[in-house]
């Protein structure tokens, strides 16, 4: 977990002990959990701007995913070394057209990026553990009606 609300940029006591902390890590799949986005499409937010500090960190220590927030809409995107970066504001703070725009087909980077605004719903994560020796994630993001409106797999034999 990542507190954006502090200083966090890479020279921070927060960051070191974040990239300690993820060095040392053994687990099969690590994920990196912020509420301000590291990379974001051109909404009602912009990205929290440390991307270029904790991007590098990430693809150094095979980081699977990294999950996001602020922006009330749904994100994802390959940014680099096969990391899924993904927006999931779909709760129901906001509804509908009162959800946050996607105002933009590319996030900050011009790395393209599919967003959905308008439907709120749950992204579900499956994560294959019978195999230690391989990694693969299946995800779907539903909508509260149980409509499958994204679907994709990350890891062995790549991102679809």
Same mark, same amino acid.
């Given at each position: 977990?990542?507190?954006?609300?502090?200083?966090?940029?890479?020279?921070?006591?927060? $960051?070191?002990?974040? +990239?300690?902390?993820? !060095?040392?890590?053994? =687990?099969?799949?690590?994920? =990196?959990? @912020?509420?301000?986005? $590291? @990379?974001?499409? &051109?909404? +009602?937010?912009?990205?929290?701007?440390?991307?270029?500090?904790?991007?590098?960190? $990430? !693809?150094?220590?095979?980081? #699977?995913? *990294?999950?996001?927030?602020?922006?009330?809409?749904?994100?994802? !995107?390959? *940014?680099?070394?096969?990391?899924?970066?993904? @927006?999931?504001?779909?709760?129901?703070?906001?509804?509908? #057209? &009162?959800?946050?725009?996607?105002? #933009? +087909?590319?996030?900050? &980077?011009?790395?393209?990026?599919?967003?959905?605004?308008?439907?709120?719903?749950?992204?579900?994560?499956?994560?294959?553990?019978?195999?230690?020796?391989?990694?693969?994630?299946?995800?779907? $993001?539903?909508?509260?009606? !149980? &409509? @499958?409106?994204?679907?994709? #797999?990350?890891?062995?034999?790549?991102?679809?």
């Amino acid at each position: 977990n990542i507190d954006a609300n502090i200083q966090f940029d890479c020279t921070s006591p927060q $960051f070191k002990t974040i +990239k300690s902390n993820i !060095e040392k890590s053994q =687990a099969q799949y690590k994920i =990196a959990l @912020v509420h301000q986005p $590291f @990379v974001t499409v &051109k909404s +009602k937010h912009p990205d929290n701007g440390q991307f270029d500090c904790y991007n590098p960190m $990430f !693809e150094a220590n095979n980081i #699977s995913a *990294v999950l996001q927030a602020h922006n009330h809409n749904y994100q994802k !995107e390959i *940014v680099s070394d096969n990391i899924l970066y993904g @927006v999931f504001g779909t709760g129901t703070h906001d509804v509908g #057209s &009162k959800m946050y725009p996607c105002d #933009s +087909k590319t996030d900050q &980077k011009g790395v393209p990026a599919l967003c959905i605004t308008g439907e709120n719903g749950i992204t579900l994560l499956d994560f294959q553990i019978d195999n230690p020796n391989s990694k693969h994630i299946d995800g779907w $993001f539903m909508n509260n009606a !149980e &409509k @499958v409106i994204d679907r994709f #797999s990350l890891g062995n034999p790549g991102i679809h």
